[in-house]
């Protein structure tokens, strides 16, 4: 049981030191993915993008995706920050991942994820993906 004091077991900052649900998760560690059917266990930066699905998310890897009963919100709130960037209200994106930045114009830009979609930042996300990563 972690000190009250210190946070949860994982020695992070947490709000709630009897839950690690509010632990980012490093990019070294790893992640039980479960959809009903089938479980994976698959570290964190294996993870391609998070896509909403309603209340549900779907988490894409190199070798296909996995529906989880957790919403994309919930999924996000565990993930490394410096890594993984919300591009709009449905994705959730590992940028250590993406193939191809480009430039629409001006305000927008666009992601060409490893499956070859294309993800264009959401207004808002654009100005703050540009003020987080400007030099």
């Known amino acids: 049981m972690a000190d009250r004091g210190t946070g949860c077991p994982r020695g992070c ?3 709630d030191p009897e839950s690690e649900d509010n632990c980012a998760l490093g990019l070294d560690d790893f992640i039980f993915l479960s959809d009903g059917n ?3 266990l698959i570290r964190t930066s294996d993870i391609w993008f998070l896509e909403s699905a309603g209340e549900q998310t779907r988490v ?3 070798d296909g995706n996995v529906l989880t009963k957790r919403p994309l919100h919930d999924c ?3 993930l490394d920050r410096a890594t993984f960037f919300r591009a709009t209200r449905d994705y959730v994106i590992n940028l250590t991942h993406v193939k191809q930045t480009r430039l629409l114009d001006a305000s927008r ?3 060409v994820l490893p499956t070859g ?5 959401s207004g808002p996300q654009n100005a703050l993906f540009r003020k987080m990563r400007a030099l």
Not at 117 to 121: A, G, K, L, R, S
């Open 60 to 62: 894409h890897v190199a």
């Open 76 to 78: 996000e709130k565990r």
């Open 109 to 111: 830009v666009l992601f």
């Open 117 to 121: 979609q294309e993800v264009i930042v």
């Open 13 to 15: 900052k947490t709000t």
């Open 38 to 40: 089938s479980c994976r």
